[in-house]
């Protein structure tokens, strides 16, 4: 059964750091690219970052300009984790962080539009707070 599980989400401070990660089973890691997404209270979900299937792009032209030169996508296929760190956080990075699969063949340049995303997992809060 397809499964996709975030982690390492948490309470903290402004200007602090974290690592989120996204572990696959279920399905071959390898085939696919990442995105991940977040979503605060009241507002729509939004592309973070994406990275390819095989780590070439590790960025989208459709990331939230508010994260950009703020995080970092890395995967470990023989993990088959997909981690995502976030660095400088602010108040409004506050929200549910999403991992979500796509085919690599169907999304080859990384788009982060949320249609070409077939599976999601269940998403880990992040608050941002002194």
């Known amino acids: 059964q397809l499964h996709l599980v975030e982690s390492g989400g948490g309470l903290v401070q402004p200007g602090g750091s974290l690592r989120l990660s996204c572990v696959a089973s279920?399905?071959?890691?390898?085939?696919?690219?990442i995105g991940w997404f977040r979503q605060a209270p009241g507002k729509a979900r939004e592309g973070v970052s994406c990275i390819s299937r095989n780590g070439g792009i590790t960025d989208s032209a459709d990331s939230a300009d508010s994260v950009k030169g703020r995080v970092t996508i890395s995967r470990d296929n023989a993990k088959n984790t997909v981690y995502l760190h976030m660095n400088n956080l602010k108040p409004e990075d506050t929200a549910v962080y999403y991992c979500?699969?796509?085919?690599?063949?169907?999304?080859?340049?990384?788009?982060?539009?949320?249609?070409?995303?077939?599976?999601w997992g269940q998403g880990t809060q992040v608050t941002v707070s002194s």
């Open positions: 279920g399905f071959t890691l390898d085939y696919y690219s």
């Open positions: 979500a699969r796509s085919s690599g063949a169907r999304n080859p340049l990384c788009s982060l539009h949320i249609g070409l995303f077939d599976s």
